[in-house]
């Protein structure tokens, strides 16, 4: 110790005064060198799963938003024959996608028919057919399953879907054809008109960010981004004066799209999500209409335990046709046993 601090000591002031200077000098650039190492070192460890919100966002207004829903809320009729169909059950969607062709006619106001068969084996599964709350299916295939069932569309079967999943021993993973009505499809296509002046229902506009992997060419494995959407919400006041307004439906536009159209939800009286559709790969699918429609529509019943995803083709897409009055007329050709569910005894 005595040795170290000896030369300070008896070196003139001018020479202990460099002698420190060149000791400071020392440790600073040490500072900096281990400081520069660090700084390096974060930028080579960027975290790309910290989401960032995706750009540019497109800006629009209430009346912008609603001009997209027109050409749905407008739509007359509309068919669609030998587009593709993917029914997955969500509760073993690695073991059952179930996928058909389908012819898919509708009238307004609540006119629907919905045919799925395979044409690759040729084999019809399904024909449907409902109006005014009320619906018919003709199920042809599996053998197990045939049947002619009559019912109401707002109407809770589950109780008989359990039932007749023990008669025919049908597997968990087969309910999403089960639990498949027409009219769960009405509504993707042809919604309801926005009744902008009428005093029971009110709208409101917000932006929502919803976080999600990001799917892009060339992100980074990982990466996490934040999406913005507009959102139209959709309530009818309460009659009662006291009550809480509910929510019909929400509508949702995508602002890193140009704020196009991407998703409508439908809740029920209780406020519950029954039905959520999402709408994507808009193209020009009928040569005789200016519009543009998405060619690929996910219906997804959540609390029904299945999705089905509907492509169109574009040469079979047509918008408003002549409709014979018997499209939507089903009768049971097949003598299948017949079920009237509105007429089922309930267990004790």
């Not at 059952?96 to 040729?122: C, N, W, Y």
């Not at 449907?128 to 018919?136: D, G, L, R, T």
Request: glycine share 4%.
């Amino acid at each position: 110790m005595f040795q170290a601090d000896y030369p300070l000591q008896e070196a003139p002031n001018g020479q202990a005064r460099n002698s420190i200077c060149r000791i400071g000098l020392a440790v600073t650039t040490l500072a900096l060198v281990i400081l520069s190492a660090s700084c390096q070192g974060l930028v080579k460890t960027t975290d790309y799963t910290i989401p960032k919100l995706l750009t540019p966002l497109a800006k629009a207004n209430f009346e912008d938003l609603t001009k997209q829903l027109q050409p749905f809320t407008d739509l007359k009729s509309f068919r669609a024959v030998q587009a593709s169909m993917l029914l997955i059950d969500a509760t073993a969607s690695e073991k059952f996608r179930f996928a058909v062709d389908s012819t898919l006619i509708l009238e307004r106001p609540d006119k629907i028919r919905m045919m799925l068969q395979s044409s690759a084996i040729g084999m019809k599964f399904v024909d449907m057919v409902s109006e005014s709350n009320h619906f018919k299916v003709a199920v042809l295939n599996p053998t197990e399953y045939r049947s002619f069932l009559l019912g109401t569309n707002d109407a809770d079967y589950s109780e008989w879907l359990e039932q007749f999943k023990g008669k025919v021993k049908v597997k968990e993973k087969e309910s999403a054809l089960s639990s498949a009505r027409p009219f769960h499809f009405t509504e993707a296509l042809m919604m309801r008109p926005l009744l902008l002046n009428d005093p029971r229902f009110d709208f409101g506009l917000e932006e929502a960010l919803v976080e999600e992997a990001d799917t892009r060419p060339g992100a980074k494995k990982g990466a996490r981004l934040i999406r913005s959407f507009y959102v139209i919400s959709e309530h009818e006041v309460s009659t009662e004066g006291h009550a809480p307004s509910r929510v019909r439906r929400r509508f949702w536009f995508d602002r890193g799209n140009g704020a196009l159209f991407a998703r409508q939800q439908i809740f029920d009286q209780q406020g519950q999500l029954t039905t959520e559709v999402q709408y994507s790969d808009y193209k020009k699918l009928n040569p005789d209409d200016a519009n543009t429609w998405p060619s690929v529509i996910l219906v997804n019943r959540p609390h029904e335990g299945y999705s089905a995803w509907l492509s169109f083709n574009g040469t079979k897409f047509e918008i408003n046709p002549e409709l014979k009055p018997t499209t939507f007329i089903l009768e049971n050709t097949e003598n299948l046993k017949e079920t009237d569910l509105d007429k089922q005894e309930k267990k004790p």
